[in-house]
């Protein structure tokens, strides 16, 4: 099946720092989205990006859906402790498919 | 604004009994997707409906069933659970009237399922 190769697994940063991770696949998704998931709580939507090449805001949040579709990167900017918590990317081939996830990245705010 | 509700948020069986989880979409949102996560892994896809018609099926046991109801809230059945079982259930909405973009999925908290 589909798999996101989601990097780096983990981050440990000093607070105000800047943050990037990013996910690539072998096959081409036509919306990226990136979630933010909190200790036994739900994803939170991010980002969500569907055009090839777009690059979105969402306050410290950037992010880009890449030109070939089979990647897409997630920048923070000015870290803060609440930033902390595990990012996953997501793919999706259509308008109501499922998410294919990545294996998310542990972010670990350092004060 | 109105999030995604699911009940229980905890449940806790014994091996071989069954569970019924239970999802209510944002208001509006027509098509409902399952996910479970095991510890320490991403969410994986079970299944998902449209217009209370099933849309896509994912690694969903067939121990499993679910189903739409009319007014758009969903049930994950469970049967014969099994240790394995024990994870986070996930339940997702999204509103694909609207064609193309701006369909997302919304999460709702998750009903964290333990079997012992």
């Known amino acids: 099946g589909q798999q996101l190769n989601q990097s780096p697994q983990s981050m440990f940063i000093q607070e105000g720092e800047d943050v990037s991770m990013n996910c690539t696949s072998s096959?081409?998704?036509?919306?990226w989205l990136w979630y933010k998931q909190d200790p036994g709580e739900g994803p939170v939507l991010l980002i969500a990006?569907?055009?090839?090449?777009e690059l979105t805001s969402n306050g410290r949040l950037t992010a880009q859906f890449g030109i070939t579709r089979k990647d897409s990167f997630l920048n923070i900017s000015a870290s803060i402790p609440s930033d902390v918590g595990i990012y996953f990317c997501a793919g999706q081939v259509g308008g109501n498919t499922p998410l294919v996830f990545g294996k998310g990245t542990r972010l670990s705010v350092i004060a | 604004a109105a999030g995604v509700i699911q009940s229980p948020r905890h449940l806790i069986k014994e091996k071989r009994e069954t569970a019924t989880l239970k999802c209510y979409p944002i208001p509006r949102h027509d098509t409902v997707y399952w996910y479970q996560q095991g510890p320490g892994q991403d969410p994986q896809f079970l299944i998902s409906f449209y217009e209370k018609m099933q849309s896509d099926k994912g690694s969903i046991p067939d121990r499993f069933s679910a189903q739409q109801f009319s007014d758009y809230h969903s049930e994950l059945n469970m049967s014969s659970l099994e240790l394995g079982d024990s994870a986070l259930y996930f339940c997702?909405?999204?509103?694909?009237?609207?064609?193309?973009?701006?369909?997302?999925?919304?999460f709702g908290p998750g009903t964290r399922l333990t079997v012992l």
């Open positions: 990006l569907y055009k090839a090449g």
């Open positions: 997702a909405s999204s509103d694909n009237k609207r064609r193309g973009r701006y369909n997302e999925q919304f």
């Open positions: 096959s081409i998704f036509n919306t």
